[in-house]
């Protein structure tokens, strides 16, 4: 039995085809819908409808969109997932996000940026590894990919002013960081209007990453890449998880062989039911269960991406 407990899928479907079948046994709504846009000529409507049921009416998103957080509550991750939705299907833009940058100036620190958690999340279940604070201070981890998505579908709001500003003087003072805060760093950079900033902060983030071994380079040498304190057991990050499509700025950190390899070794961790396995620590079945589907359709679509479906 497979990691979800069905049996194991004929080896000879295609990989699209086996994480096809995983998404409808396993998927919620909006991730069959999302596979569905994706990969079978699906509508964005209908991903847009299915995203909705997580909205609330103080225009941020919860109800447990990104796994990790449960209960009703609007939180800034969830709404941040909920802009990569619309972004992937070419709807992050016009009233949507008016309504959404209402939502982020509400919650957002003295600095503008976003908390990683607001307080509104006490009492509610979260993982072991969120913290909730009464007066969180704002987080690059979650503000970054906010910032970087409204750039990219050129949405201006007052809200992006002073969040931008929050994410160029986090962005210039790193000087030691871990995988998931540079990948959004990434997301940042690769959007922000100051492409000639932005090339050279990525440039010195490519080196930081390399320097302090943030990525695996080579799958069958992962005990030369330390994993990070506070991340699971095994915990690795790899170049495509930095330069998720040909033309990030995290791309040119790689040599073409270091993200074959990761591209391979990607490919390879398709498991037997037809989805792919959860990285970060798990801490209870049912989060489990939703985020594969997710991590499934996003390795599906960097596979797209770099042309190796």
Known sequence: MSASGAPPLPPTLSPRARAEQFVWLTARVLEQ???AYHFLGGS????????????????????????????PVSQPLHTGHALRVLDSIGRCGGQRAERVCRYLTSVS?????????????????AAPFITVVDDPPGDLLATAPVVGLLHRNEVW???????????????????????????????????????SRA??????????VREHRLAALDPDRLEACPVPPGYAPGEHHFPHDFARTPDSRA???????????????????????????I?????????????????????????DAFGRL
């Open 199 to 208: 090339e050279a902060a990525a440039d010195r983030l490519g080196r930081l």
């Open 33 to 35: 819908r999302r596979f």
């Open 251 to 277: 791309r040119a950190w790689f040599t073409d062989e270091e993200m074959t390899r990761s591209l391979d070794f990607l490919a390879s961790e398709q498991q037997e039911d037809g989805g792919w396995p």
């Open 157 to 195: 709001h007052a809200w992006l002013f002073r969040a931008t500003d929050f994410c160029w003087q986090a962005v210039d003072s790193l000087e030691r960081s871990h995988p998931y805060e540079i990948e959004a760093a990434v997301t940042f950079l690769d959007s922000v209007p100051d492409r």
């Open 109 to 125: 620190t003295r600095d503008g940026a976003l908390p990683a958690t607001h307080p509104s999340q006490r009492g509610y279940p």
């Open 279 to 303: 990285a970060r620590r798990q801490w209870a079945p049912g989060t489990a269960l939703e985020s594969r589907p997710i991590v499934t359709i996003e390795a599906l679509r960097t596979l």
């Open 44 to 71: 964005a409507d209908a991903v847009e409808t299915a995203l909705t049921a997580y909205r609330n009416e103080d225009e941020g998103y919860g109800h447990a969109l990104e796994p990790d957080l449960r209960g």
